[in-house]
């Protein structure tokens, strides 16, 4: 190819704060989905968001894509809570099965299954306002270093 360097494209930056607890809050992504963490403690975390239009998929449910990040999101969630939030936790592999569309405000609830100290793996549910099992996840996600 011949012509101009290209600049470079800006992409994500790392998210950091005084507060590894509030890093969360920070986060573009979820902050784009309007995602909420209910709780993260002791393994477990509960994360919510609402359906809206953007967010909807061709037969007027909340599209899996954004479903599978909500389970992801909260399995992440609980693995950092059970280190006490000193280090972050990035997925490796995420295995999701989806049972009914989802409507109206979906939670997803995480829990810590097993940890060897490098990889923790956790399992979710996301269920409706009606409290209906939206959708299913277990995930395994590897500890690294809180971004500085």
Do not use: K
Not at 3 to 30: E, I, K, N, S
Not at 53 to 81: F, K, P, Q, R, W
Request: proline share 6%; glycine share 10%.
């Amino acid at each position: 190819m011949t012509g101009a360097p290209q600049a470079p494209v800006a992409g994500p930056r790392p998210v950091t704060g005084d507060d590894p607890r509030q890093l969360f809050a920070r986060v573009p992504f979820c902050t784009l989905l309007q995602m909420r963490r209910e709780h993260s403690a002791g393994g477990r975390a509960r994360m919510s968001l609402d359906a809206r239009e953007e967010l909807g998929n061709v037969i007027g449910a909340v599209h899996g894509g954004v479903v599978s990040t909500l389970l992801d999101v909260a399995m992440a969630s609980a693995a950092v809570s059970q280190v006490d939030f000193a280090r972050t936790a990035v997925t490796l592999n995420l295995s999701t099965s989806f049972l009914e569309p989802g409507h109206g405000t979906l939670t997803a609830d995480a829990q810590v299954v097993a940890t060897d100290g490098q990889v923790v793996w956790c399992r979710a549910v996301a269920t409706d306002a009606e409290g209906r099992t939206v959708a299913r996840a277990q995930g395994s996600f590897r500890y690294l270093p809180l971004p500085r």
